[in-house]
């Protein structure tokens, strides 16, 4: 079973970190909310999403089974 990448919308603050380091997966819409654009952990993104999960202030970011 593949890693998922999984935000908490309620502790996200949409400050952009994630999507400045993985902008394939992360982004910011019209209105300043982060959007998942792929939920899946493929090894091609696997070190980028990891230091997003280090990186992001409120540790919103997870992964998981």
Do not use: K, W, Y
Request: aromatic share 2%; proline share 6%; hydrophobic share 40%.
């Amino acid at each position: 079973m593949a890693m998922r990448i999984h935000v908490d919308t309620v502790l996200c603050e949409s400050n952009g970190i994630c999507a400045g380091i993985v902008p394939e997966v992360f982004d910011l819409d019209d209105d300043d909310r982060l959007e998942l654009l792929r939920e899946e952990l493929t090894p091609d993104i696997e070190p980028r999403v990891r230091d997003a999960v280090v990186q992001c202030p409120r540790n919103a970011i997870s992964l998981a089974h």
